[in-house]
């Protein structure tokens, strides 16, 4: 991964942020995009002084779609992009409240973790 720009959705915490750590570690270039600016700083600062962090809400198409542009604008490019956003609920999806459960679908299926967004 080393010298490759690597866009993570979902890079605030969890598998996210471990992610973007250990490919920092390998030499990639990365690119934080998630609800959390407090965490996705601190993910950031974690993976050095090219590492970039953007706000954006993976179910909002322009609020993406601002991000990865300014991703590709920074760098130039963009080799990697792992949609990593998701949420869980807890319970069982037949007992769940259906608002609850609509957003954990929007997340989880249909957001757009991409530059093609």
């Known amino acids: 991964m080393r ?3 690597v866009l993570i959705t979902g890079a605030s915490r969890g598998i996210g942020a471990a ?8 030499g990639a270039t990365l690119a934080l995009i998630g609800l959390e600016p407090d ?10 002084p090219d590492a970039g962090w953007w706000e ?3 179910t909002d198409t322009e609020s993406l779609r601002t991000a ?6 920074r760098y130039g490019r963009i080799d990697v992009v792992m949609a990593n956003a ?3 609920a807890p319970g ?3 007992s769940m409240d259906p608002t609850m459960w609509e957003r954990v679908v929007d997340v989880d299926l249909f957001a ?3 530059p093609s967004t």
């Open 19 to 26: 992610v973007a750590r250990k490919l920092a570690r390998d």
């Open 92 to 94: 069982f999806s037949r």
């Open 86 to 88: 998701g949420i869980a």
């Open 68 to 73: 990865v542009e300014a991703v590709a604008e």
């Open 3 to 5: 010298g490759q720009v």
């Open 39 to 48: 965490e996705l700083k601190k993910v950031a600062e974690d993976c050095g």
């Open 56 to 58: 954006a809400d993976v």
């Open 112 to 114: 757009s973790g991409g």
